[in-house]
């Protein structure tokens, strides 16, 4: 077998390997704002924040650049959480709940395991001397209401805004004989309306047990007690020369609308944002024209999104949605097919344009 000829191998151009230095670089704005000594003009600057005096100072020349500095450190270092006698030497106690009476300024003696038999006898005289069952009352009352909107995923401020409905009962001595369990779940009906993320009688019922038509009913009696309230405590203001506060003004709640439930149920679903913004403008436009006058807005929005999935190709059956919005499939039905009927003046054309959603994907009424 004959050897192959040998090959010459040409010379390759080296491409240019070398880094690109920061003075190549295309010239950019330094927008750091830097707190530089205006007489050493060194950089980076040498600053010193003296804490004792206040003062930030230049470290090369001595120049005061600066005055009333916050010294942002720990009053001293403490050990607490290591110290096995309690002893705290932090002199900073809790913020004050202007949910609950009193000023809060009280002081307490403190009893821990190696206290003397005369700490404890002082200790328990302060307890007698200091306990207030309203403000045990309403500790108690707090903390059912945190746990029944943490159960149900309520935002925080829905939460604040229950107790301080409660509050306002509380203090006023009104709904006498009322369980608190009822005045829970009427002032957190009443503050889901107010925080504009609305829930049900259903969802109510489910977490807090109190049966639907009595929450309906604590419901109109404390909306029409908050409601004199305001009206009584805007009186007192204008008698006496004040400027009435519209933020502090008690607002009556309005019924749940469907547009409303839609973003819930869509984020429940799954489905895209695009659907859930269509099945809110779709919610609108038939309660303007009045396709489902006289419907529950549970299921008028379970029909929505029942007729917008299957046109926006990303169908889900009457199963699913109902699961989510708590009607039954056979009422998500019977909704759709007066949506149905009225799909000509309901679809928005912009809604489908551009392959976006099809009209012939809809099922059969």
Known sequence: MANAPARALAPVPVPNSTPTTAADAPWQENLNTSVMCPDCKEFPPNLVEEFSSGDMVCGSCGLVLGDRIVDTRSEWRTFSNDDQGNDDPSRVGDAANPLLNGSQLQTSISFGDGSSALTRELHRAQNKATHDKSTKGLM???????????????????????KHLFKLVDDAKAFKGKPQDVLAAGCIFIACRQCQVPRTFREVFAVTKVAKKEIGRIFKALEKF??????????????????????????????TRAQQLCIRFCSHLGLSKAITRVSQELAERMTRIGALAGRSPLSAAAACIYMVSYMMKQPKTAKEIAVVAGVSDGTIRTSYKFLHAEKEKLIDPEWIKDGKGDLQLLPPS
């Open 140 to 162: 108690a009352a707090y903390k059912e209401i945190g746990a029944f909107c943490d159960a149900i995923n309520i935002p925080k401020n829905v939460s604040d805004t229950a």
């Open 226 to 255: 908050f409601a004199a309230q305001n009206k009584e405590k805007m009186e007192m203001t204008v008698q006496s020369g004040g400027i009435v506060n519209p933020n502090d003004s008690y607002t009556t709640t309005t019924s």
